[in-house]
C-alpha cells in the first residue's frame, strides 16, 4: 500500500491495477477534535449508538461493547486499507469528551467522491456539534486529499440530520426513493453534497 490517499500498484492476469489507502485524518475546530478511534473509546461508541433517537434513522442495531471495540480498531483499519473509508470519533475540546461519531464509506476514488455520516450523543444535541464536525471533515477532505465530493445521505423526515447538512453548506439534490433503511424497514433518502467548486466559490 501506499501513502494515506495516494495509488499502490498492482495487476490482475498481467493488468495494472490501482488501490487506495483511505487517508487517516485528525481535524480540529474551535470546539471539537475530530480523530481516529481507539480500542478505549468502545464502551462510549456503545452508548452513543444505542441511544433510542439515534437507533429511529439507523440501519444496523447498536453494537454491543465488544463489536464496538472492532468498530474502533479493527474494521476502521480494514475500511481505511482497503480504501472504503475510516471511522472516527469526536471529540470536545473542553472536556475530553467524546461526543459524537462519524464514518466514511461508498467511496469511489476513480471518481474522488466518498460519502459522510455522523451521530451526536443525546446530551450534546442542538448544540451545533454534527453541522461543525461534517464541515471540517468534508472541507479536509476536498482541500487536502484531493475529493471532488462529499456526500450525505439523510433518511427523509430526520429533520436533525437535515438541519445540520444545511448549515454545513451542503447542497440538497434530490430523494433517492426506496435508497436505504431505518429500523428495518426501507425509507426514501434526501441527497446532499459539497464539491471542490462550493468551495472554490466560497472562497
Known amino acids: 500500500m501506499g501513502l494515506p490517499g495516494t495509488p499502490a500498484s498492482g495487476s490482475i492476469c ?3 491495477e490501482l488501490s487506495y489507502r483511505f487517508p487517516e485524518l485528525t481535524v480540529s475546530t474551535p470546539r471539537l477534535l475530530i480523530r481516529p478511534l481507539h480500542g478505549d473509546d468502545a ?3 456503545s452508548e452513543i449508538f444505542a441511544d433510542r433517537q439515534t437507533q429511529r434513522w439507523l440501519p444496523f442495531a447498536a453494537p454491543v461493547e465488544e463489536l464496538a471495540k472492532a468498530w474502533c480498531t479493527a474494521l476502521a483499519g480494514e475500511r481505511r486499507e482497503t480504501g472504503a473509508g475510516d471511522h472516527y470519533g469526536v471529540v470536545r475540546h473542553e472536556d ?3 461526543v ?3 464514518w466514511t464509506d461508498r467511496t469511489d476514488w476513480s471518481a474522488k467522491v466518498t ?13 451545533g ?15 487536502e486529499h484531493g475529493f471532488e465530493r462529499v ?3 439523510v433518511a427523509a423526515g430526520n429533520s436533525d440530520s437535515r438541519q445540520a447538512a444545511e448549515k454545513a453548506g451542503f447542497t440538497y439534490e434530490g430523494l433517492l426513493r426506496n435508497a ?3 429500523q428495518g424497514e426501507r425509507v426514501d433518502q434526501e441527497m446532499w453534497s459539497l464539491t471542490a467548486p462550493d468551495l472554490r466559490s466560497a472562497r
Request: with cysteine.
Open 14 to 16: 498481467g493488468v495494472p
Open 151 to 153: 456526500e450525505l445521505r
Open 180 to 182: 436505504g433503511q431505518a
Open 115 to 127: 460519502e459522510l455520516s455522523h451521530v451526536v450523543a443525546a446530551p450534546a444535541r442542538g448544540l
Open 43 to 45: 464502551p462510549r461508541v
Open 96 to 98: 475530553g469528551e467524546l
Open 129 to 143: 456539534f454534527a453541522t461543525e464536525a461534517t464541515i471540517a471533515v468534508a472541507v479536509d477532505l476536498i482541500g
Open 100 to 102: 459524537g461519531c462519524m
